[in-house]
């Protein structure tokens, strides 16, 4: 059961990047029927084998739900009379609980672990083809003076920079350690991948996408000394073909927003940073309710919109008591990767950091690829967790050197019966 779970689960991370483009009428989108699927097959293995893999960081999470329900009895005193946000909310993070849960509880080995980075390279290449596709059925002409953002079909502009940076690393990543059985795919397909995605970024004209892109950059740049010089090489090439393409295929005004300055949307975000903080004054423990940011949004007079980031609308719709469950999990997954061997705390560190120009841009804080990443951490710190014994090391006798102390010898008394 637990092999049916774990192929569900590949099928959900390869969906994930374009679940929003596929949906059956009247029903569900196709990646919540899979991940139900994966869900209960994963109930079903854990109960006949007996054996529930629970990490105790997921108890937060668990918390943090229960919060968010219970400030349903609050939040209509603020807000308005809709008490059904909180529990929806609610519900929304104990799925993200469960989908957490089945990565943990099924991905209990490396080769899982790098199987899952290639769903989601998968998934992240189908989406980049379906935007190209777009660029080209667009007919732009090229340095155009006309601001254009792409994206794929029913996508937003910032999740697809996102996931285009993100599974840059996770190529690389199995660019440098490939499995010698199994299916794996050939190295011309991650390199063209690279290019492909990287280039992506600046013509979705997201500038935390492009933030991230640079966070990924310093990554790969600090593994260049740890690679052999092929890889070296095509790196190096990958680099100055994404160089050399971006001032050809993306406008001059799309480049200037990226690298420009304060535009009319960061005025939209300001102003709803300073109305959630001036809400968040008054309720500072409980919070407005979970959900409720819109609300204060529309009794200020401005439109219904999220706090466009993940902290101040963590802590502005549940408190202080919210905001320290919340983080908590996160501190733990953080501290996770920070505990990793070298050449792993780089990669998993740098793939968290690439997180923060999203979180800080975007109301991230129920967003599924942030989760499936903090999944894959908890996936890598307990893979790394060997038996004692097999990290014990042996001593090496040099020339000169005594060795180790041998044993004590035990001596008895000789009897009649041993010189017979």
């Known amino acids: 059961m637990r092999q049916i779970s774990f192929v569900f689960l590949w099928f959900v991370v390869l969906v994930m990047p374009w679940e929003d483009i596929f949906a059956i009428p009247g029903l569900t989108s196709f990646a919540k029927i899979l991940g139900i699927c994966a869900v209960l097959s994963g109930l079903a293995g854990a109960l006949f084998s007996g054996r529930l893999r629970l990490p105790y960081a997921l108890g937060w999470v668990v918390l943090f739900s229960a919060w968010c329900a219970i400030s349903a009895r609050w939040a209509p005193e603020h807000h308005g009379p809709d008490m059904e946000m909180p529990l929806r909310r609610a519900i929304s993070y104990l799925l993200l609980l469960s989908f957490v849960w089945l990565i943990f509880s099924t991905v209990d080995n490396p080769k899982r672990l790098r199987s899952l980075m290639r769903a989601c390279i998968l998934g992240t290449s189908m989406m980049v083809a379906n935007m190209y596709l777009g660029y080209l059925h667009a007919g732009v002409p090229l340095n155009t003076d006309t601001e254009v953002r792409y994206s794929a079909e029913g996508a937003n502009e910032n999740g697809v920079a996102f996931f285009c940076s993100l599974s840059i690393l996770f190529a690389f990543y199995l660019i440098t350690r490939r499995e010698k059985s199994g299916l794996e795919l050939p190295k011309w397909f991650y390199w063209g991948f690279i290019v492909a995605a990287g280039l992506a970024v600046p013509l979705t004209g997201s500038r935390a996408g492009t933030v991230s892109l640079g966070i990924v950059g310093f990554v790969l740049l600090g593994r260049l000394r740890k690679i052999n010089w092929k890889a070296r090489l095509a790196l190096v090439v990958a680099v100055m073909l994404v160089a050399i393409l971006i ?122 690829p942030l989760w499936f990443l903090g999944a894959l951490v908890l996936c890598q710190a307990a893979t790394d967790k060997a038996p004692v014994a097999s990290r014990r090391r042996i001593p090496v006798l040099r020339p000169g050197s005594a060795g180790p102390p041998l044993p004590p010898l035990r001596l008895r008394p000789v009897t009649d019966q041993d010189g017979q």
């Open 247 to 368: 001032p050809r295929l993306v406008g001059r005004s799309t480049i200037s927003r990226i690298t420009g300055g304060v535009t009319a949307t960061d005025s939209t975000r300001l102003n709803a940073w300073r109305t959630g903080m001036k809400a968040w004054v008054d309720t500072p423990v409980l919070g407005v309710g979970a959900g409720c940011y819109g609300d204060i949004m529309v009794a200020e007079g401005f439109r219904n919109m999220p706090a466009h980031n993940t902290v101040i609308s963590v802590l502005v719709e549940n408190g202080l008591v919210g905001f320290a469950l919340y983080f908590a999990y996160w501190w733990i997954i953080i501290r996770r990767a920070m505990r990793l061997p070298k050449a792993d705390w780089l990669f998993w560190f740098g793939a968290l950091a690439s997180l923060l120009p999203v979180v800080l841009t975007t109301s991230a804080e129920y967003w599924k």
